[in-house]
């Protein structure tokens, strides 16, 4: 055996071409790993997350994007095909879908409210305008998670950190679109403004939101769209989208989230204290993740000997930045390290956060690789003396 | 499509595929937060690598062999190493075995055999993606060829 003999392999193995049976897989594990994100009511965190905060940004690089994309488009695809029994409303979606700009008007009715037009505009991928009445105007641009409401009426702007989710129909298509538990039933046809057009109703389990789209059967365009929900109060809001139009020219200044001159401005709601906590907490978690499964690939390599310490560690290529932790930066290596003694038990304490204080909790490490977060003291300490038994 | 064309190289057997897609999908999931900025990329293939190398690692038994069954990979490379191999399932136990000792080199030799090999770039690029020079992107390489061949030749003495 030879160099030349492996990188013959290697080149061989590069020139392979993937069997089409594959892509089915590959389709299949995303989609029972999307339904078992479901089932812990985190699926729609997940996707969303991806699609709207990470491949929509341009900061992100064309490889990472293209990988996720894999699984995204995976995700819309068991989405898009199983749950829909018409694949003519597939053919309306998808002009929705492929929009690279798209306007409409809404009324919005309530019980106790006159009648309120709103003018919204989108600019793919992230940005959206919203005109409402009384010289309102919002803006979003769900890259930055920033949105700017404009009162030209008072003269005021009010800038907001806190992602919106609740976008109006445009997000509620989105919505639709990644949650697979929505259905779609046709429910006949009708003349709108002397066209034909067939209807569609869209509906969701344990969901009183219902929206009927009608569009044109010729082209499969959505021609005029009707929405109820209730707002957080229970009130019941009814809403009416017309005048939809897709890529039409619009101007990119009308997106800036600049405040005109003249007008006061605000800041509200950042992200909340909980909110941070808890992204911390996630991230040291997942540091420490990486931290055990680096653990790992050394003890295989290593007659299941595990590293004496950390530092060990960085010929198998974990960064320096795993061994921080997010939530104390100012330590060099933020966890403790206890090497597990053989034989290994599964569930032996082998990573904890390192603490001057106990405060809510922390994440600590196990020798089968999972990081569990311990709320009380005197549960760890009791995980901690096990080992010492040991 | 990097992903999917990445770890079907990696495994080439539908099994481990599956295998490695469920652990990459999961370590996206796990560290979501990191698939965005200028490290995105490395973490991809970092997510990429890990899964295949915990998907053969769950694949090969306790003496550290894999069993015969594990190996009918669908290959048919023609004549791809001189000397020891001669039929074809011996052959494919190769490319298996190759694939196998690729899953076991230390990250940054894997990365850059896969940039080098399995997706054919040129060695700026890969420097480029690894963030050293040339000259270092060129070491990774050929030590990990090292390892390879090392990690390989321990296989034909035991044969």
Request: charged share 25%.
């Amino acid at each position: 055996m030879n160099d030349k003999n492996i990188e013959e392999i290697l080149k061989k193995v590069a020139a392979e071409d993937i069997p089409a049976d594959v892509h089915k897989i590959a389709q299949q594990v995303s989609a029972d790993f999307s339904k078992t994100l479901l089932q812990t009511g985190k699926q729609h965190i997940f996707w969303e997350h991806i699609i709207w905060e990470h491949i929509i940004r341009s900061s992100i690089t064309k490889l990472a994007a293209a990988a996720v994309i894999v699984a995204a488009v995976f995700i819309g695809i068991h989405h898009f095909g199983s749950p829909i029994e018409s694949t003519a409303f597939a053919d309306v979606m998808q002009n929705i879908q492929n929009a690279r700009t798209l306007t409409y008007q809404s009324v919005f009715t309530t019980e106790d409210q006159k009648p309120q037009v709103a003018k919204t505009m989108v600019l793919e991928p992230n940005l959206i305008r919203v005109e409402l009445p009384e010289g309102r105007v919002w803006i979003l641009d769900h890259g930055q998670g920033k949105t700017l409401l404009l009162d030209s009426k008072n003269k005021e702007a009010e800038i907001s950190t806190t992602p919106q989710k609740a976008l109006g129909l445009y997000d509620t298509f989105r919505q639709f679109r990644n949650n697979p538990d929505f259905s779609v039933r046709q429910i006949g046809q009708r003349e709108i403004d002397g066209m034909k057009v067939i209807g569609f109703q869209l509906t969701k389990e344990n969901d009183e939101n219902v929206i009927i789209v009608w569009a044109n059967p010729q082209n499969s365009l959505p021609i005029r769209i009707e929405q109820t929900t209730k707002d957080g109060d229970g009130k019941v809001i009814k809403s009416v989208t017309t005048n939809i139009i897709f890529d039409a020219e619009l101007d990119e200044s009308l997106f800036r989230l600049e405040v005109p001159e003249g007008y006061s401005r605000r800041f509200v709601d950042g992200p909340t204290e909980r909110s941070v906590k808890l992204k911390k907490r996630s991230q040291t978690g997942s540091n420490m993740k990486q931290i055990l499964l680096t653990c790992l690939m050394y003890a295989q390599d290593h007659e299941g000997q595990w590293p004496d310490t950390l530092q060990d560690l960085s010929e198998y290529g974990l960064a320096r930045d795993a061994l921080i932790n997010p939530k104390q930066p100012e330590r060099e290596i933020g966890f403790v390290y206890l090497k597990p003694i053989t034989p290994i038990s599964p569930q032996q304490v082998v990573l904890y956060e390192a603490y001057h204080s106990w405060g809510d909790g922390i994440n600590v490490g196990f020798a089968d690789g999972h990081v569990q977060f311990i709320e009380k003291e005197s549960d760890f300490k009791n995980q901690l003396n096990k080992v010492e038994r040991r | 499509m990097f992903l999917l064309s990445v770890l079907w190289k990696l495994t080439g057997d539908k099994e481990l595929f599956t295998e490695a897609m469920q652990y990459a999908l999961l370590g996206m999931w796990e560290h979501i937060e990191k698939l965005n900025g200028k490290k995105a990329g490395a973490y991809i293939y970092r997510i990429a690598l890990t899964a295949n190398s915990r998907a053969w690692r769950n694949r090969i038994g306790k003496d550290g062999e894999l069993a015969k069954s594990r190996t009918n990979i669908d290959t048919d490379h023609g004549l791809l190493i001189v000397g020891q191999i001669h039929d074809k399932e011996n052959k494919s136990e190769w490319v298996a075995k190759v694939r196998q000792a690729i899953a076991r080199l230390p990250f940054k030799q894997g990365r850059a055999v896969v940039m080098r090999y399995l997706e054919q770039q040129d060695y700026k690029t890969v420097a480029e993606k690894l963030c050293c020079t040339e000259a270092g992107a060129r070491s990774h390489v050929s030590k990990a060829i090292a390892t390879l061949k090392s990690g390989l030749t321990a296989f034909i003495q035991q044969e």
